[in-house]
């Protein structure tokens, strides 16, 4: 069976955009991952569709070790299928498409002349980035002529200041920074990491004046789950039914948003939103951030302790469980309250997240999502039980629930490689968090088994521990004794199955 190549542009009745390929680039995109091929290069394939996105796109990695895909997609003339699959409106769906948008895929580490080209290009506008949140952040980099950069915000201030050159600073030849890492403000922190580079290689104040002025980095949100290449039997059942093999399949699930903190305005430059897509252009990200660290991600975080201490190993056999209904109510009874926003909106965007949750094409792991869940409890739940708290409010039961969970999830000890818990019903499970704060949680549990101290004591000291919870939480009245309550409540229940 042949691999996925232009040919199969007729089969699918796509001939119409093999224009793409001969476009001049207009986007730079660095970020060859499934991400942003099942989210940003999508939606500018919707767009062009509609005639409404002219330009090509030309893709590269942001690590030497992304190469081998950078290689798979020119072996397929730059072509890939993307499969969107899931629930939507209460509906199964499967759409299919070959997404051609890439008019290059290069490696910058053998080909840096080539990203310098493309750095000081007249139609070269955009500039989309997917690298993680530490690719993001500023590293101290030497600054050699002719050899590659390494760190992403160290190549985007080398790029941009050979395009001050070529263009003699000309103010509209500025580039459009559309970063798309899971990092608050993540426009503002990729600006701060290129100043920085400049300062530190001592680049002319005239550029660095040009790069406050005429560039714009925007601070985005983006929502999507995107699983990739699918299981083998699945990839090998779709190869049968559509005639060709892809190695760079991506499965993505139907949901998506992208929020935009500028004017929409700026839609002409990038025309998605006039596309019809869910794509929002907005003065505040805030809300849009808020609804879904306290919403989306802090569902996770509630369920995902709770969920390995019963035995359960994914989101969707959680939400089938019992225990389903309980993060259902609480997101709708006592998170959403908590925030300031319409809770009719608010309600409506729950809806799309439960839904999101039962899509039975993703089996996304508890024990995953519980990596970090202390950090992650600080942002996504605390701030719910500060909320009632500093209102002298009664904290309710539900996230106080989520709260106990995660306090009995790491009542664990240390192996020596590692440090692990014990289920309800006595199977081990492995912790994955900061050191120091294991050390700390370990510490406290460890001490109350050998001094045989109520468990109201322990969760006291355990709320004490300013280091891990960022302040003193046993100074709200009665939370230890409530949650003792409910950790003994849950190990009883669970002792009577």
Same mark, same amino acid.
């Given at each position: 069976?042949?691999?996925?190549?232009?040919?199969?542009?007729?089969?699918?009745?796509?001939?119409?955009?093999a224009?793409?390929?001969?476009?001049p680039?207009?986007?730079?995109?660095?970020?060859?991952?499934?991400?942003?091929?099942?989210?940003?290069?999508w939606?500018?394939?919707e767009?062009?569709?509609?005639?409404? $996105?002219? #330009?090509? *796109? %030309?893709?590269?990695?942001? !690590?030497p070790?992304?190469?081998?895909?950078?290689? =798979?997609?020119? /072996?397929?003339?730059?072509l890939?299928?993307?499969?969107v699959r899931?629930i939507?409106k209460?509906?199964r769906?499967?759409?299919?498409?070959?997404?051609?948008?890439?008019?290059?895929?290069?490696?910058?580490?053998?080909?840096?002349?080539?990203?310098i080209?493309?750095?000081?290009?007249?139609?070269?506008?955009?500039?989309?980035s997917?690298?993680?949140?530490a690719?993001?952040?500023?590293?101290?980099?030497?600054?050699?002529?002719?050899?590659?950069?390494?760190? $992403?915000? #160290?190549? *985007? %201030?080398?790029?941009?200041? !050979?395009?001050?050159?070529?263009?003699?600073?000309? =103010?509209?030849r /500025?580039?459009?920074?559309?970063?798309c890492?899971?990092?608050?403000?993540?426009g503002?922190k990729l600006?701060?990491?290129?100043?920085?580079?400049?300062?530190?290689?001592?680049?002319?104040e005239?550029?660095r004046g040009?790069?406050?002025?005429?560039?714009?980095?925007?601070n985005?949100?983006?929502d999507?789950i995107?699983?990739?290449y699918?299981?083998?039997?699945?990839?090998?059942?779709?190869?049968?039914?559509?005639g060709y093999?892809?190695?760079?399949?991506c499965?993505?699930?139907?949901?998506?948003?992208?929020?935009?903190?500028?004017e929409?305005?700026?839609?002409?430059?990038?025309?998605?939103?006039?596309?019809?897509?869910?794509v929002?252009?907005t003065?505040?990200?805030?809300?849009?951030?808020?609804?879904?660290?306290?919403?989306?991600?802090?569902?996770?975080?509630?369920?995902?302790?709770?969920?390995?201490l019963?035995g359960?190993?994914h989101?969707?056999?959680?939400?089938?469980?019992e225990?389903?209904?309980?993060?259902?109510?609480?997101?709708?009874e006592e998170i959403?309250?908590?925030?300031?926003?319409?809770?009719?909106e608010?309600?409506?965007?729950?809806?799309?997240?439960?839904?999101?949750y039962?899509?039975?094409f993703?089996?996304?792991k508890?024990?995953?999502?519980?990596?970090?869940s202390l950090?992650?409890?600080?942002?996504?739940?605390?701030?719910?039980?500060?909320?009632y708290?500093a209102?002298?409010?009664?904290?309710?039961?539900?996230v106080?629930?989520?709260f106990?969970?995660?306090?009995?999830?790491?009542?664990?000890?240390?192996?020596?490689?590692?440090?692990?818990?014990?289920?309800?019903?006595?199977?081990?499970?492995?912790?994955r968090?900061?050191?120091?704060?294991?050390?700390?949680?370990?510490?406290?549990?460890?001490?109350?088994?050998?001094g045989?101290?109520?468990?109201?004591?322990?969760?006291?000291?355990?709320?004490?521990?300013?280091?891990?919870?960022?302040?003193?939480?046993?100074?709200?009245?009665?939370?230890?004794?409530?949650?003792?309550?409910?950790?003994?409540?849950?190990?009883?229940?669970?002792?009577?199955?």
């Amino acid at each position: 069976m042949n691999k996925l190549n232009r040919a199969h542009w007729s089969a699918d009745n796509k001939a119409g955009l093999a224009t793409a390929q001969a476009e001049p680039v207009r986007v730079l995109q660095i970020g060859e991952g499934n991400f942003l091929r099942g989210f940003f290069d999508w939606m500018v394939h919707e767009s062009r569709k509609q005639g409404k $996105f002219t #330009g090509s *796109i %030309a893709v590269t990695q942001p !690590r030497p070790a992304g190469k081998p895909k950078i290689d =798979a997609l020119n /072996g397929q003339d730059r072509l890939y299928t993307l499969v969107v699959r899931g629930i939507e409106k209460g509906e199964r769906v499967e759409r299919r498409d070959i997404v051609s948008v890439f008019s290059e895929a290069f490696d910058p580490y053998t080909e840096w002349d080539r990203m310098i080209g493309l750095a000081v290009s007249p139609e070269l506008r955009i500039v989309v980035s997917n690298t993680t949140e530490a690719g993001i952040a500023y590293r101290e980099e030497a600054l050699t002529e002719g050899k590659p950069i390494a760190s $992403f915000p #160290g190549k *985007i %201030a080398y790029l941009l200041y !050979r395009r001050y050159l070529a263009f003699d600073g000309a =103010a509209e030849r /500025g580039l459009l920074f559309f970063p798309c890492e899971l990092l608050e403000r993540n426009g503002d922190k990729l600006r701060e990491a290129v100043l920085r580079h400049a300062e530190d290689w001592k680049l002319p104040e005239g550029f660095r004046g040009w790069v406050k002025l005429h560039n714009r980095f925007l601070n985005t949100l983006v929502d999507r789950i995107v699983t990739g290449y699918p299981d083998e039997a699945q990839a090998e059942a779709w190869f049968a039914e559509w005639g060709y093999r892809d190695e760079l399949l991506c499965v993505a699930e139907p949901y998506y948003l992208w929020a935009i903190e500028g004017e929409p305005e700026l839609d002409h430059e990038l025309p998605l939103a006039s596309a019809g897509l869910n794509v929002l252009w907005t003065k505040d990200l805030a809300p849009y951030q808020q609804r879904k660290v306290r919403l989306l991600n802090g569902a996770h975080t509630w369920m995902a302790p709770l969920g390995i201490l019963s035995g359960i190993e994914h989101v969707r056999e959680f939400m089938e469980s019992e225990l389903g209904e309980r993060v259902r109510t609480t997101a709708r009874e006592e998170i959403i309250p908590s925030l300031p926003y319409a809770q009719e909106e608010m309600n409506a965007y729950a809806d799309t997240v439960f839904e999101r949750y039962l899509n039975p094409f993703v089996r996304h792991k508890l024990a995953d999502i519980a990596m970090n869940s202390l950090s992650k409890f600080k942002t996504r739940l605390l701030p719910t039980l500060e909320h009632y708290a500093a209102g002298a409010k009664r904290i309710p039961d539900g996230v106080l629930l989520g709260f106990a969970g995660l306090l009995r999830y790491y009542r664990v000890k240390s192996d020596g490689e590692g440090y692990h818990g014990v289920t309800f019903d006595g199977r081990r499970y492995t912790v994955r968090d900061d050191a120091d704060s294991l050390a700390a949680m370990a510490q406290a549990w460890g001490e109350a088994e050998l001094g045989e101290e109520a468990l109201e004591q322990t969760l006291s000291r355990l709320l004490k521990l300013e280091a891990v919870w960022g302040r003193d939480l046993s100074e709200w009245p009665d939370l230890s004794a409530r949650l003792a309550a409910i950790i003994e409540s849950l190990s009883t229940k669970e002792a009577q199955r």
